[in-house]
């Protein structure tokens, strides 16, 4: 609710008889992939480095006292009868800079005499809420920036048959099947559960979880995050994506943190938020893009 220099919203509401709560306008309220991303926090400086190390290989019957090859030795050059089998473990980094976000509102003194409900709290919980979307919007931006190296096209939208294509991506790469996530549309969600071999009941828990909740927490290995942040590639094609969780990384040099100050001139309460936060991909392996047609 947005207080008007007029007065004709505070009129409004004082003639009107709240609730005890206000009801905000349907938004999400809190971060969705908060958690799902390999994260650092308290990091000092604008910019913040993700170290990686490429798969190396392994020797085969190294002679007695013969020098080894290492891994990051890309001559592969052996004195006696061993072989080197494996790719050159290549170090790099990946670096994230950090963008700081900020939002905020004035609650004037006499609105709150006006009105019968706390605006500073209102505006604290919508700041929250507003904060924890760009938070969300951070993450998907890098997504959106790399190029994965697995793409996954759903031309007549994500069914489990395309899901399992998402899973055989990330297999192929050798991708730890652990903290594994999905980051998919409202309307990939409804092609998962219109498909009848993910919400048949007779095909196990998962699948009357689905048909009782209208969602599926987890699938095929997979952590389901439903996001209306994701962009579109082109007009009526969604952008999902599957990755392992330390293959995009996020880095906080401040967390959400809200405040109220007292602003004399103004006669008014600012009531802000603030964090810094930066985001990259640090394994392209370990994303699968998923183009959902809509």
Known sequence: MALSDSGSTVSNAFVTQFADDVIHAAQQKTSKLAGSVRTVRNVIGSTYKFNTLSKGGYIKNKSRFEDITVMSDSSKSLGGSATYTGGVASHATVTATLNNYVAGEYVDDFDQLKTNFDFRQTYAESIGAALARAYDSEIVTALDA???????????????AKFLEVAEGLN????????????????????????????????????NTALATGFIPNFLGFNVIVSNLLNESTTGVRKCYAFQKNAVGLAVGKDVTAMINYVPQKVSHLVAGEFSAGSAVIDTTGVVIINVTE
Do not use: E, Y
Not at 146 to 160: D, M, N, Q, Y
Not at 173 to 179: G, I, L, Y
């Open 146 to 160: 790399s190029s994965p190296s697995t793409t996954v096209t759903a031309g007549s939208g994500l069914t489990k």
């Open 172 to 207: 192929d790469n050798s991708v730890d099947t652990a903290d594994r996530f999905i980051v998919m549309s409202p309307a990939a969600l409804t092609d998962l559960l219109a498909d009848s071999g993910v919400t048949t009941a007779a095909d196990g828990p998962i699948s």
